[in-house]
């Protein structure tokens, strides 16, 4: 490890433990969600849990945002594990001439001594060959690497992904899956315009199933446990987590050719809830895009619009993507110490892009619009602006602003329209 790493390391771990301590203080000192008065409203993102009022950027980045964080990981996600002390990087193939000469191609496995984890995450990495230290697209892939191109010497994973993945046969990928998500990645826009991408099966941190026993989460129970704890972990905490280590990765300077201060984080639906998790809890990413995240991620878990996905809902079709503590809100979501605004808020001052599509109500594309509104005043705190248009933009017409918004025609899906838009925006906050 360089001297420049071990550098970074040590100015950022007093940082993170001090976080941690605070955060845990606070969590020890919330009710039972019983106990929690209902509040119709959107809470205040800078009113304390206490009723004080934020006033200063010291108050938010000191006392406001901890207490934030161990909320949403209390009653929502569950705990975010701790980082590894030790991991290995395991460089597996690499090839300067890949996409015709365009680009670098190689996947990378990284592998936890500190602790021992059974799981090792394959990163695939893709970096332009005509520009130097390019900023770059972090994230997660539903159905493996080898979906994302038609090469043979990509990873297949070794355990279970779902049915409907290109090539997946009795829930195990098949090298009939290879390239089969081509046009969900559109690696050659990216790597055309300038950037890199970093990517990572959700199944080898967690696969996404019910079953919490199957991944990472039982690898930090305490001893003696057995099951998941109220406030343990759940898949999409554990996802996140799995984003961090490759943020881990690729701000490690000897590992790549890519920017390590120019990090942009991207998910779509469920991995958009986890992007924007991910992004909240981790000040290396620069800028974060969560597409059509919905429920549990960009849009407003107090919702009345009956064609939106509800917190009952996905609770009931998704037990395990958050935490226990998270289904006794079932019936009552307006007893929640925050809403999605407030997560999109621990992102300040850091861009932030919610694309949405006209036809995925389910999503609730104008609740998200809103939730860009509520969480503006933390922006205006900081200093900076936040969503510059007070009424939802006209089809296809990309609020470029801070807190950015981007909505066009169709169902939800991520298309190369949506990665056009991504890079337009990446334009204006990565590379000016």
Same mark, same amino acid.
């Given at each position: +490890? @360089? ?11 007093? #940082?993170?433990?001090?976080?941690? +301590? ?16 209902a509040n119709p409203s959107l809470p205040d ?38 980082t590894p002390k030790k991991q290995n990087y ?7 001439? !890949? ?16 602790? =021992?984890?059974?799981?090792? $995450? ?9 520009? =130097? ?6 994230? +997660? ?54 950037? !890199? ?8 941190? &967690?696969? &996404? ?22 406030? &343990?972990?759940?898949? $999409? ?14 701000? /490690?300077?000897? @590992? ?7 990090? !942009? ?19 290396? $990413? ?18 009345? &619009? ?24 079932? /019936? /009552? ?28 109500? #389910?999503?609730?594309? =104008? ?8 969480? =503006?005043? *933390?922006?205006?705190?900081?200093? *900076? ?9 006209? +089809? ?29 925006? !990446? ?6």
């Open positions: +490890m @360089s001297h420049s790493r071990l550098s970074r390391l040590s100015l950022f771990f007093p #940082w993170l433990l001090n976080v941690l +301590m605070v955060s845990a203080t606070i969590a020890a000192d919330f009710p039972p969600p019983s106990q929690l008065q993102p800078l009113v304390m849990f206490d009723g004080t009022r934020v006033t200063t950027k010291e108050q938010w980045e000191s006392r406001r945002k901890p207490e934030l964080k161990a909320l949403f990981q209390h009653y929502m996600y569950g705990r975010l594990p701790p395991k460089v597996l193939f690499s090839d300067d001439k !890949a996409l015709g000469g365009k680009a670098n191609l190689s996947e990378v496995k990284i592998s936890f001594t500190e602790p =021992s984890l059974e799981r090792a $995450i394959y990163v695939l990495l893709v970096v332009p060959n005509h520009v =130097s230290k390019p900023p770059v697209f972090v994230g +997660m892939n539903f159905c493996g690497n080898h979906t994302l191109l038609d090469d043979e010497r990509i990873h297949l994973p070794e355990g279970w992904v779902r049915n409907n993945c290109a090539g997946a046969v009795n829930e195990r990928a098949t090298e009939k899956g290879r390239g089969g998500q081509k046009d969900v990645w559109n690696i050659d826009l990216v790597i055309e315009r300038g950037y !890199a991408l970093a990517c990572f099966y959700s199944g080898d941190v &967690d696969p &996404d199933t019910p079953d919490m026993s199957d991944g990472l989460g039982p690898a930090f129970y305490k001893p003696g446990q057995t099951a998941p704890a109220a406030d &343990d972990a759940g898949t $999409i905490m554990l996802w996140a987590w799995g984003f961090h280590r490759l943020v881990d990765f690729v701000t /490690d300077a000897a @590992s790549n050719d890519v920017d390590p201060k120019r990090i !942009a984080v991207v998910g779509h639906s469920r991995n958009g809830k986890t992007a924007l998790l991910a992004g909240a809890f981790d000040e290396r $990413i620069r800028l974060v895009i969560p597409l059509q995240a919905g429920c549990g991620g960009t849009a407003p878990s107090r919702t009345t &619009d009956t064609r939106a996905e509800s917190v009952k809902r996905i609770n009931t079709s998704f037990p395990h993507w958050f935490c226990g503590n998270f289904k006794a809100f079932n /019936d /009552d979501p307006a007893r929640l110490p925050f809403d999605q605004h407030c997560l999109i808020a621990l992102c300040a001052p850091r861009p932030v892009l919610v694309p949405n599509a006209a036809e995925d109500l #389910w999503a609730n594309p =104008s609740g998200q619009f809103e939730m860009l509104q509520a969480a =503006s005043p *933390v922006y205006r705190l900081l200093g *900076v602006e936040g969503l510059a248009e007070h009424a939802q933009p006209q +089809m296809s017409k990309l609020i470029d602003s801070r807190l950015g918004y981007f909505i066009r025609p169709g169902k939800h899906a991520m298309t190369r329209t949506d990665w056009e838009v991504f890079l337009d925006y !990446a334009d204006r906050w990565l590379k000016k």
